[in-house]
């Protein structure tokens, strides 16, 4: 191995690892009910996709795309205060040298409000998620999209849907 094969591994190696600790960073806030340093961790103009997301109000259909300093922060702010016990464990943390981090993570907690459509029935939820990052060269995420399997998370949680 050439040394500068050696320095550019090292840089390669840098950007991965930058990315990974902001997603770990992330992860932790998640934890601790820390939406403002969650959304801290990221550009000001960060793409947010929660893909199964799909929320029946009263009037209106709530979905889980838009900018995570709005979308975002109000799906976590909303989660937190219906699960007051969220928490989530991180299994894997891949990313490589363009900023490209998945992550294997299981979210949980146990329901202590509505959730839209969803009556609260005190049912405890702990579900596997898919979180895919797009992480800066200066170590913010600017893009989440996160995919689960939301039928099983609503039975877990006691609501079945009937069209």
Not at 56 to 72: I, L, S
Request: hydrophobic share 45%.
């Amino acid at each position: 191995m050439s040394i500068s094969t050696a320095a550019e591994n090292t840089t390669r190696t840098s950007r991965a690892e930058l990315a990974k600790s902001a997603v770990i960073a992330f992860f932790d806030a998640y934890r601790a009910h820390d939406v403002e340093r969650m959304v801290d961790l990221c550009t000001d103009n960060a793409n947010f996709r929660y893909v199964p997301f799909e929320v029946w109000m009263r009037q209106r259909v709530v979905y889980g795309d838009g900018k995570v300093r709005t979308v975002g922060k109000a799906i976590w702010t909303t989660l937190i205060d219906t699960f007051p016990d969220l928490s989530n464990v991180v299994h894997s943390v891949r990313a490589d040298e363009e900023g490209n981090v998945a992550v294997q993570v299981d979210i949980n907690g146990t329901q202590a409000k509505d959730f839209g459509v969803i009556a609260c029935r005190g049912e405890y939820f702990n579900l596997p998620h898919l979180f895919l990052f797009r992480v800066t060269d200066e170590g913010l995420i600017d893009d989440i999209v996160a995919y689960w399997d939301n039928v099983d998370w609503k039975q877990q949680l006691g609501w079945l849907e009937v069209d």
